[in-house]
């Protein structure tokens, strides 16, 4: 079983960035087969982000993310990375990483198998 860990969150201006990472305290993130990215806040439950694969390292984008947000995996650290640019207070959030068993472009509709317990993005206008 493994188990993430998300870092990286913190209080952010409008239009700044900032760089989210996921990491495995348990078990090695290159074996799930897609590594996945969401959030929750009090306006949206559960709204999917970006995904990576394992296989290729293609990549899928939520609408209200593309061109704003990049994933990224690094294998010798372990490690995948969310770059968040232009950030909006309507990102303000917790962020998960996740592994992600049904890779495909319906953000809404990807399955989660186990995900970390989520870092705090703040957003100020």
């Known amino acids: 079983q493994v188990q993430l860990v998300e870092s990286g969150g913190g209080l952010v201006e409008s239009g700044g960035s900032l760089r989210l990472s996921c990491t495995a305290s348990r078990g090695s993130l290159m074996d799930a087969y897609a590594i996945g990215w969401f959030r929750r806040s009090p306006k949206k439950e559960r709204e999917g982000l970006s995904c990576?694969?394992?296989?290729?390292?293609?990549?899928y984008y939520g609408e209200s993310v593309k061109g704003r947000f990049t994933i990224s995996r690094d294998s010798s650290r372990n490690t995948v990375y969310l770059q968040m640019n232009s950030l909006l207070p309507e990102d303000t959030a917790t962020y998960h990483c996740?592994?992600?068993?049904?890779?495909?472009?319906?953000?809404?509709?990807?399955?989660?198998?186990?995900w970390g317990p989520g870092t705090q993005v703040t957003v100020s206008s």
């Open positions: 996740a592994t992600v068993t049904n890779f495909h472009s319906a953000t809404d509709h990807w399955i989660y198998g186990y």
């Open positions: 990576i694969s394992r296989i290729d390292d293609s990549t």
